[in-house]
């Protein structure tokens, strides 16, 4: 699973619209969450695949709940990717991504499915469309048809400045990313960055995640050394060994339903822009 939810429901950037929108549907109470995501991501020959899938976050009720490191801001955070819930067995359940450029009845996520749903070409292509989602079952209420804005399928980085290189990253000192900013009409999106790493002695793990959601306007964006340090220590390791794994860098918009029951919805549409390996001695 790689739909990365912004949990704090972050904006970007202070009175910033659009790029984490949050809806509220009655009350809040009780703790229960779940991501729906649809992504786009561009191979090294240029071809566009689209894959949309689901992730149970928090069901209190049942006193499971996913646990990690935050910033203080709540826009980094760190957590073994095996403690989430993922996707326990419901009675069932149905999700729909409609319009852009998917077929015309649209993309369904199904419930207790555990490999996402894949096909080729993109399913959006400017910045600024929408899609509709709606969702029913996954022991969650009814979601009605909702718009969910996208994201653009482009991003310049600059930082690093090699996209096929192993960066380098030090684990006393901030790792930056850094893109050219958006157009200033164009909408506002962010963009998150993402370290992954699994455990040596885990290979079948889902791995350890330390994500981090920026205001693309900012054109700049650096992972907390703190964060850092709890990251390498969730992946574990030995004194001296070099804890290597990928960097990912994608556009994200957001749309954040407060639901009955206390539930949220994160409903998150990402388009990857580049995954390359890095390497951190410890």
Not at 30 to 38: M, R
Not at 47 to 57: D, I, P, Q, R, V
Not at 230 to 247: D, E, I, N, Q, W
Request: charged share 25%; with cysteine; proline share 6%.
């Amino acid at each position: 699973m790689k739909y990365r939810a912004a949990l704090s429901g972050l904006l970007c950037g202070a009175g910033a619209l659009g790029c984490v929108e949050e809806r509220w549907d009655h009350d809040r109470e009780g703790g229960s969450s779940i991501v729906f995501g649809i992504d786009q991501t561009k191979n090294a020959e240029g071809k566009l695949t689209t894959s949309a899938g689901y992730e149970l976050l928090d069901l209190r009720d049942q006193g499971w709940s996913a646990r990690g490191f935050a910033s203080a801001d709540r826009s980094c955070w760190a957590e073994r990717l095996d403690d989430r819930l993922g996707q326990p067995r419901v009675a069932g359940g149905v999700a729909t991504f409609q319009g852009g450029l998917l077929p015309a009845n649209g993309i369904a996520v199904v419930a207790n499915r555990v490999d996402d749903l894949k096909l080729d070409g993109a399913a959006w292509t400017h910045v600024g469309e929408s899609l509709t989602f709606e969702a029913k079952g996954f022991a969650m209420p009814d979601i009605p048809p909702s718009q969910v804005l996208v994201p653009s399928l482009d991003l310049a980085i600059l930082t690093p400045a090699d996209g096929a290189a192993e960066v380098p990253v030090k684990i006393d000192q901030e790792l930056e990313v850094g893109w050219t900013p958006s157009d200033k009409s164009a909408p506002h999106e962010n963009v998150v960055a993402s370290l992954t790493a699994v455990p040596a002695d885990q290979p079948n793990a889902r791995g350890v995640e330390l994500r981090c959601f920026f205001d693309r306007d900012a054109g700049i964006g650096r992972f907390p050394t703190k964060l850092m340090d709890r990251f390498a220590m969730l992946v574990g390791g030995a004194p001296g060994s070099t804890l290597k794994g990928k960097l990912h860098i994608a556009t994200h918009r957001q749309l954040t339903i407060f639901a009955d029951g206390g539930w949220t919805v994160y409903v998150v549409a990402t388009a990857e822009q580049r995954e390359q390996p890095f390497a951190l001695p410890r």
